[in-house]
């Protein structure tokens, strides 16, 4: 960046191009802008504004920016099919209400199902069969996490680091687990020069390197004191162990781990999607019974970093409850119509599926409606047939397609317990 704002400084002047095209145009920088704006050639400014992931780093929209004489949309994504852009679609639609943005191509995809039946990814070593298999994360701390995780199931599985595992940050780890040390128990040096020098009585140790990092907002260094503190006496053990299940090329790896930021612009055949983005905390028809949830308080970037994670994916995507929260609010419960005669069990209708609902099928009904079984990244949801008032809850007036309204308001409603994300959880306890 210093050698950018000294070319910046120099005023260069790019006359010998009749054209120049600015990729990733909604985080260019300022210096960028100021270096090409200028220039007398034409200027062709490409981007994606719901990918624009690093206004931390102080970068701006040139889309929005920069008056233009022509503009194209691209809506068309040769990457993957019709039910990853849906995924991609309603995220927009839902958290940026942003409408008729994104066509998948005619190939096929997978969100739930066969794809992930055979295998939870999270407890195995190896991956689905199905090509490259990635799995991505909000922040470096759950990327450490998730390669902690693989590891214990499997401690021969192989991994690979976006960006390189000599870039993740795991000697500086290892540092600041020596600098939590007394000083008369360190077995092994600190590397990092930084580090060292809080080694000094004067500045404080390891609190006074916690306080640094708090003060200076160093978001890195403060995410590896959260993973120090977190595993604190497996430290020198799982950073021995990350090294030596690690694969520098992707295609050798059992698993790719690695952050949005790394991750963008590249593609893998399956993406496992994290639990650590931006939170809906319940599906929509519980939402009104949270009074503290309001989904203009997440950054427009926070949803850009959840919308880029999804759109990785080429032929598989698995989602968290996050982002089945979320489609919730397009109203996409993921319920299919059966004949309810083909849902008894030796004559006897079901039990409504809906945990803590008693309620039995309608078998004077002709059609019921089923939710799809799902499997998450750490859980799985058997689906199955819902009674009469639970699909009312869920969908509304679309519920009477089995039976006159008169017929669904009758039946008792089930409340379920919310299993709330922590937050939440504790602002409710407040109440």
Same mark, same amino acid.
């Given at each position: 960046m210093g050698y950018l704002k000294l070319w910046q400084l120099q005023r260069p002047c790019l006359d010998q191009y009749d054209v120049i095209f600015i990729d990733e145009a909604q985080d260019c920088t300022p210096a960028i802008m100021d270096i090409m704006l200028p220039q007398r050639c034409g200027k062709v400014l490409v981007g994606d504004p719901h990918q624009q992931i690093y206004l931390f780093r102080g970068a701006v929209n040139a889309l929005h920016l920069v008056e233009h004489t022509h503009l194209f949309y691209l809506t068309q994504s040769f990457r993957f099919?019709?039910?990853?852009?849906?995924?991609?679609?309603?995220?927009? &639609?839902?958290?940026?209400? %942003?409408?008729?943005?994104?066509?998948?191509?005619?190939?096929?995809?997978?969100? &739930?199902?066969?794809?992930?039946?055979?295998?939870h990814p999270m407890t195995s070593g190896s991956s689905l069969g199905q090509g490259k298999l990635a %799995?991505?994360?909000?922040?470096?701390?759950?990327?450490?996490?998730?390669?902690?995780?693989?590891?214990?199931?499997?401690?021969?599985?192989?991994l690979h680091i976006v960006g390189g595992?000599?870039?993740?940050?795991?000697?500086?780890?290892?540092?600041?687990?020596?600098?939590?040390?007394?000083?008369?128990?360190?077995? *092994?040096?600190?590397?990092?020069?930084?580090?060292?020098?809080?080694?000094?009585?004067?500045?404080?140790?390891y609190m006074g390197l916690k306080l640094y990092a708090t003060k200076t907002e160093d978001r890195e260094l403060e995410?590896?004191?959260?993973?120090?503190?977190?595993?604190?006496?497996?430290?020198?053990?799982?950073v021995d162990r990350i090294y030596s299940c690690t694969e520098r090329e992707a295609q050798?790896?059992?698993?790719?781990?690695?952050?949005?930021?790394?991750?963008?612009?590249?593609?893998?055949?399956?993406?496992?999607?994290?639990?650590?983005?931006?939170?809906?905390?319940?599906?929509?028809?519980?939402l009104p019974r949270i009074s503290s949830y309001s989904g203009g308080d997440v950054q427009e970037d926070e949803w850009n970093l959840l919308y880029v994670a999804v759109t990785r994916a080429k032929n598989s995507l698995v989602i968290t409850k996050n982002i089945s929260n979320v489609l919730t609010l397009a109203g996409e419960y993921f319920l299919r119509t059966e004949l309810t005669q083909a849902l008894l069990t030796e004559g006897q209708p079901p039990v409504c599926?809906?945990?803590?609902? &008693?309620?039995?099928?309608?078998?004077?009904?002709?059609?019921?409606?089923?939710?799809?079984?799902?499997?998450?990244?750490?859980?799985?949801?058997?689906?199955?047939?819902?009674?009469?008032?639970?699909?009312?809850? *869920?969908?509304?007036?679309?519920?009477?397609?089995?039976?006159?309204?008169?017929?669904?308001?009758?039946?008792?409603?089930?409340?379920?317990?919310?299993?709330?994300?922590?937050?939440?959880?504790?602002?409710?306890?407040l109440f």
């Open positions: 099919g019709s039910e990853i852009a849906y995924i991609g679609a309603t995220i927009l &639609q839902v958290c940026k209400k %942003v409408t008729n943005i994104l066509v998948g191509g005619k190939q096929d995809g997978v969100i &739930q199902g066969k794809a992930v039946d055979s295998l %799995v991505l994360s909000r922040c470096n701390v759950t990327v450490f996490d998730q390669a902690v995780r693989l590891t214990d199931a499997n401690p021969r599985c192989r595992v000599d870039n993740f940050g795991l000697d500086r780890i290892m540092d600041i687990w020596v600098l939590m040390q007394p000083e008369n128990s360190r077995s *092994r040096g600190i590397r990092d020069q930084f580090i060292r020098r809080f080694t000094k009585e004067s500045l404080g140790g995410a590896k004191f959260t993973v120090v503190e977190k595993y604190n006496s497996r430290i020198p053990e799982l050798h790896a059992d698993f790719i781990l690695g952050t949005v930021h790394k991750s963008k612009g590249l593609e893998f055949d399956t993406v496992i999607v994290t639990d650590d983005f931006a939170k809906v905390p319940c599906a929509a028809h519980d599926s809906v945990r803590e609902c &008693q309620n039995h099928i309608t078998t004077d009904w002709p059609l019921a409606m089923c939710k799809l079984p799902f499997k998450y990244i750490d859980s799985w949801d058997n689906g199955g047939p819902m009674c009469g008032a639970c699909v009312l809850q *869920r969908v509304g007036p679309t519920a009477s397609l089995l039976a006159p309204p008169g017929s669904l308001q009758v039946l008792p409603v089930t409340l379920q317990r919310l299993e709330l994300p922590i937050n939440h959880a504790l602002l409710m306890a």
